[in-house]
């Protein structure tokens, strides 16, 4: 190969840990198509395939996915195509794009399979400078690592300290044909119009800017690692075994450790990243002093406070007003969506007629002393989070209520049913 482009197969020597095969995301634009050809150039040690995801947006993507199929085919490699449905839903085209593209590749990557991609320190700068105008911390401004996560698989960017120029040199010298996505021009599209507009003006005034933001970046995920790791420190104190966090605990903190523990505690539980916006809204949370349970939503997670603990959860579906249904008990019996099922463990020996039924207010029970006392009042002494309080599952057997969840149970069930059961067991509850 060219010594001018020594650099290119060069940066593939150190394939990441437990790599096994490589799966190249090939659009068919110039980098990726300059990736694969490389890459099989390079004689690697590991099976290589490449992996098309069509995203239906342009009208020319079923031509597209056939041309880098035929590539593919000329190259010698494997070629699996992925269509995906783009769904904007509150985010623009181009996240939800990148989003669809991404959840299409991490669930077809196999074991050991490492995704390559071929992203370059121009990239990097874009990513940088688009980070900073949305006002992004640290974390955001480290930009795109070199090696990521992809879910149970790794993402690997072996290119990101390559020189733009280089790859397309690289490119024409091979005489390699490329798809030109005309979306890369489109000044609607904020990258499009910064790659296109802005930083044009920015190397002519500043020929390495690509190569200095680029190391802005990396400064900046160092920053990024060393935040985090105090970060996790803190929250080793303030991590409950329920992955609660401690809110009195929380609130010794200063507001920027605070900040940078609650957004950890949600990255680690595996939740939707807030804004600052939110997490400030969190921080506040944990030190709120409101009887009832705050709330602070955003995208798909709730953060609740009860109790002195944050919860983070999925956000719930509304309660029912009115549900009710049969149960023989020898099966869970499934609950409407947010409220999880009911079980009796072990399974009764024969069917027995129970109801359940979620509250409508004023339920009571029977004591063995032979009162009565109010399921809210139970429910309360319990220290049952409010939001689980309107889901609870409430047994009867002929308008008697003999179990509430997992809580309570009617003194006298056996005799009332006049057999013996097992538990009542109340699973997969939110939080």
């Known amino acids: 190969m060219n010594d001018a482009f020594a650099a290119l197969p060069a940066a593939f020597a150190q394939v990441p840990t437990g790599t096994k095969r490589l799966a190249v995301a090939f ?56 269509d995906v449905a783009v769904e904007t839903r509150g985010r623009g085209l181009e996240d939800a794009a990148r989003k669809a593209r991404y959840a299409a590749l991490e669930a077809e990557l196999a074991r050991g399979e490492t995704l390559i991609t071929a992203h370059h320190a121009r990239d990097q700068a874009e990513t940088f400078v688009l980070q900073a ?12 690592p070199r090696v990521a996560a992809l879910g149970a698989h790794c993402h690997w960017r072996p290119w990101l300290h390559i020189d733009h120029d280089t790859i397309v040199a690289y490119a024409r010298a091979h005489q390699l044909d490329w798809i030109d996505d005309p979306s890369n021009h489109d000044p609607n599209v904020a990258r499009s119009f910064l790659r296109e507009t802005v930083m044009p003006e920015l190397r002519k005034r500043w020929p390495q800017a690509d190569r200095l933001l680029s190391r802005s970046a990396a400064h900046a995920g160092e920053a990024a690692a060393a935040i985090d790791a105090l970060a996790d420190i803190d929250l080793a104190q303030m991590w409950r075994n329920d992955a609660t966090l401690d809110a009195s605990a929380l609130a010794t903190l200063d507001w920027p450790r605070a900040k940078q523990v609650v957004r ?47 919860y983070a959860m999925a956000r719930l579906a509304p309660v029912p007003e009115r549900f009710a249904c049969v149960w023989h008990g020898r099966a869970p019996a499934t609950l409407p969506a947010g409220c999880g099922e009911i079980a009796l463990a072990p399974a009764p020996p024969r069917d027995l007629d129970l109801e359940v039924r979620l509250r409508r ?68 509850r939110p939080a």
């Open 27 to 82: 659009s068919g634009g110039l980098d990726s198509t300059a990736l694969l050809h490389a890459l099989i150039d390079s004689a690697p040690t590991w099976p290589v395939r490449a992996i098309h995801v069509c995203h239906h947006l342009q009208p020319e993507a079923q031509s597209w996915a056939l041309a880098c199929a035929r590539q593919a085919e000329a190259s010698g490699v494997a070629f699996t195509r992925l």
């Open 264 to 310: 950890r505690w949600l990255d680690q539980g595996g939740h939707d990243r807030p804004d600052h916006r939110h997490v400030a809204a969190i921080v506040a949370l944990g030190a709120s002093r409101l009887a009832a349970s705050p709330c602070v939503a955003f995208a798909d997670t709730e953060v609740r406070l009860f109790d002195g603990r944050l």
């Open 361 to 428: 207010g004023g339920e009571r029970v029977s004591d063995a002393q032979g009162g009565h006392r109010r399921v809210k009042d139970i429910l309360r002494e319990a220290r049952l989070a409010p939001w689980l309080r309107a889901r609870v599952p409430l047994v009867y057997h002929a308008d008697t209520l003999i179990a509430i969840g997992d809580i309570w149970r009617h003194p006298h069930v056996a005799q009332l049913l006049h057999c013996d059961i097992g538990r009542f067991i109340w699973r997969d």
């Open 133 to 144: 105008l949305r006002g992004a911390g640290p974390q955001g401004l480290a930009a795109m």
